[in-house]
């Protein structure tokens, strides 16, 4: 079973950068899609981006793109999240997961915060 493990968060100011890893173990990600979700407080969790691991194809939410890069480093079985020109919106707790094949959820890290002041 594979177990998938986010870190990387923090606290940075509008206009800053963090990366976020998303590491799994246990199975290689080839053949899968991986992807980045958000929740802010009160929030509904919603969908940042998401990587085709074997095509490399991506995919974003209107309101990252030109400012988030999602990658794969098959090396280290893991999926990297680049973020920058942070907006206080982009505050939430990061989490990753995997679509197998039968959709999104069927195995999440256990997130990791992002906090960005204004």
């Known amino acids: 079973q594979v177990q998938l493990i986010e870190s990387g968060g923090g606290l940075v100011q509008a206009g800053g950068s963090l990366r976020l890893s998303c590491v799994a173990s246990g199975r290689t990600l080839r053949g899968y899609r991986v992807g980045w979700f958000r929740q802010a407080p009160g929030k509904e969790r919603e969908f940042v981006t998401a990587i085709r691991w074997s095509l490399g194809n991506t995919v974003y939410t209107d309101s990252v793109k030109g400012r988030f890069t999602i990658s794969r480093d098959s090396a280290k079985n893991t999926v990297l999240l680049d973020m920058n020109s942070l907006e206080p919106e982009d505050t939430a707790v990061y989490s990753c997961?995997?679509?197998?094949?039968?959709?999104?959820?069927?195995?999440w890290g256990q997130g990791t915060q992002v906090t960005v002041s204004s």
């Open positions: 997961t995997l679509d197998m094949g039968a959709g999104w959820g069927q195995t």
